[in-house]
């Protein structure tokens, strides 16, 4: 008796006999780099909580746009910061605003990009959360409709995809009515449909100031235990008009984008949140680890667990990477 005729080590004995059976493919079309724009002009400020990441103005986004679209990435996600914050949030929908007119400035620039904008009050309003405040609560159906004047802003500014992150119920439907009434029947939405109540998220507040002033958002965001209820979620979302629908954040929750990735139809985009781009860069700058293996190694995990898109501050380093080592 020879021995045994499989050696799984076959298939691993050189670069390319690991690249021609390698199962899982990772391109630089999956990704999506977001981006936060501020009021002001001339700026590029680091951002104190995430490494490598800037506070834009309008006018200095377009530039970084570009190197953006330069690295083949289709598309940015836009976080807007206000002048002022006030208690509805009411520069969210403000055609003047910081978001509205990067959008415009990067349109301009780069029109082959698509531009993805974040839909939700927590940065503009006073208490920081997503939602209005009404008798100490926050009011689910008024948010709703500010979301949509928001959403409808942002389509009106030139935004090809809106993303509302706000987790209040029934938001999709009412974005999704506002825009075909104002004959915007081609913005699509990508919803941030189950969006958990994450310690992830810590590094992103400080680059939002989004903060909630008081509580926690554990009335509106789902609680990580529940595995059933995000599917539930993706599926009202759906059913009310969503194009993409989201998992968020990624790498505590691979198995909910398995789960989405095999029940639904949809395309399915994992957010690799703040917490989890900081985490590795921590663990890299302390000598830990190592920076850009890593980085290939967890966003396979998330396209490998269902991801259809991914979106990542990584996006402009994997993209370099992923070139190199095609
Ligand atoms: C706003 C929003 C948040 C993130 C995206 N949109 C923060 C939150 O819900 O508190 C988090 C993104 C990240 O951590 O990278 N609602």
Redesign the pocket.
């Known amino acids: 008796m020879a021995f045994p005729k499989i050696r799984m080590r076959r298939l691993r004995t050189s670069p390319a006999m690991r690249r021609l059976v390698r199962q899982t493919a990772l391109t630089v079309d999956d990704l999506v780099y977001?981006l936060f724009v501020r009021p002001g002009r001339n700026l590029k400020d680091p951002i104190e909580s995430m490494t490598g990441c800037f506070h834009f103005s309008p006018d200095t986004v377009a530039a970084e746009a570009e190197e953006v679209a330069a690295l083949k990435i289709p598309a940015v996600l836009l976080?807007g910061l206000p002048e002022k914050k006030d208690e509805n949030g009411s520069e969210a929908w403000s055609e003047k605003a910081a978001l509205q007119r990067a959008v415009k400035e990067i349109k301009k620039a780069v029109p082959q990009l698509l531009i993805i904008t974040?839909v939700?009050l927590?940065?503009y309003t006073l208490s920081g959360h997503?939602g209005l405040i009404k008798n100490g609560k926050i009011d689910n159906d008024s948010t709703c409709r500010l979301l949509a004047k928001t959403a409808l802003s942002h389509a009106q500014a030139g935004a090809d995809i809106v993303a509302p992150?706000?987790m209040m119920d029934g938001r999709v439907q009412y974005i999704r009515e506002c825009l075909e009434q104002n004959a915007f029947h081609e913005t699509a939405i990508m919803s941030?449909s189950a969006?958990y109540a994450s310690a992830?998220?810590?590094?992103?507040?400080g680059a939002?100031d989004?903060t909630p002033a008081f509580g926690d958002?554990k009335t509106y965001?789902m609680n990580p235990a529940n595995a059933d209820q995000a599917l539930a979620e993706i599926a009202l979302d759906i059913e009310q008009g969503a194009d993409i629908v989201m998992v968020?954040?990624a790498l505590c929750f691979l198995d909910i984008i398995h789960r989405a990735k095999t029940r639904f139809d949809s395309p399915i985009a994992a957010?690799n949140?703040?917490?989890e781009?900081m985490m590795l860069n921590s663990a890299a700058d302390a000598g830990l680890l190592q920076k850009e293996p890593a980085i290939l190694e967890m966003l396979y995990s998330i396209k490998r667990a269902g991801a259809d898109i991914i979106i990542t501050?990584f996006a402009k380093q994997a993209a370099k990477l992923l070139r190199s080592s095609q």
Request: aromatic share 28%.
């Open positions: 977001p976080f974040d939700c927590c940065a997503c992150s706000d941030y969006k992830f998220y810590g590094p992103f507040r939002a989004s958002r965001q968020k954040p957010y949140v703040s917490g781009y501050y």
